[in-house]
């Protein structure tokens, strides 16, 4: 158990629906991260918080948008959603969120888009 | 771009047999390298990484990897490989791509250890 939780593990919507993805960070770790698998663009690096901003943003759609609260927890809104949107969606965390840090990650939400 | 290469699909190996998973790099300055694990229906889990010092880095259940920087590698190994071994491993390298500073992965490496 890494220590990140997400929710929910499983869920199943159509397209054109949003869906929003919640992420509890390991005790103690101010930096979260949120990253795409697909079995045809392998995991991607979507968008990492700190401390409760945005640091740093790769390949994420303008479809999609995230947050961090103050209680440091993170959300990941999907909107409009396209069957290509189909994937296991992972929250990971780090204590600062600098170069080298270990990043653990949770076991993901998978999401089908029907 | 920095990135990391996995030339492996898919690696075999019987059980007892040292295991390799190999790794590539391409990183301007120093690298900072990781492995993981996935087991199947399972998050990503952290092996080992590579910051600094000894070439050699030792990491959970049993596994190591080898820095070489002549050869740009970081390959992941361990001496005996076990049935439960069998999963999807990615190597990891802290850089950047698309304006952003990161940890990107590859493209994973499937092993099955065969009983």
């Known amino acids: 158990d890494s220590g990140v939780t997400q929710t929910p593990k499983h869920l199943i919507t159509a397209t054109g629906q949003r869906v929003t993805l919640r992420c509890s960070p390991r005790?103690?770790?101010?930096?979260v991260y949120w990253y795409q698998q697909s079995l045809d663009q392998g995991l991607q690096f979507l968008i990492q918080?700190?401390?409760?901003?945005?640091?740093a943003k790769g390949n994420i759609l303008e479809r999609f948008s995230a947050q961090q609260f103050p209680d440091l927890h993170s959300e990941l809104n999907l909107s409009s959603l396209e069957l290509g949107d189909s994937a296991l969606y992972f929250c990971?965390?780090?204590?600062?969120?600098?170069?080298?840090?270990?990043?653990?990650f949770g076991e993901g939400s998978w999401l089908t888009v029907v | 771009a920095q990135s990391v290469a996995q030339p492996e699909d898919q690696v075999n190996v019987a059980e007892g047999n040292p295991l390799t998973v190999k790794c590539t790099y391409s990183?301007?300055?120093?690298?900072?390298l990781f492995w993981y694990v996935q087991y199947p229906n399972r998050g990503l889990q952290f092996l080992l990484k590579?910051?600094?010092?000894?070439?050699l880095v030792k990491g959970s259940y049993g596994f190591e990897a080898e820095f070489n920087k002549s050869q740009t590698s970081f390959h992941l190994k361990k001496p005996s490989a076990l049935v439960s071994d069998s999963a999807l491993y990615f190597c990891?390298?802290?850089?950047?791509?698309?304006?952003?500073?990161?940890?990107?992965f590859g493209t994973g490496t499937r092993l099955t250890v065969i009983p």
């Open positions: 990971a965390s780090s204590v600062e969120g600098r170069k080298g840090n270990t990043i653990y």
């Open positions: 005790s103690g770790d101010l930096s």
């Open positions: 918080y700190y401390n409760g901003e945005e640091r």
């Open positions: 990183v301007s300055g120093n690298p900072y």
């Open positions: 590579y910051i600094t010092g000894d070439n």
């Open positions: 990891a390298v802290w850089g950047l791509q698309t304006g952003a500073n990161n940890l990107f």
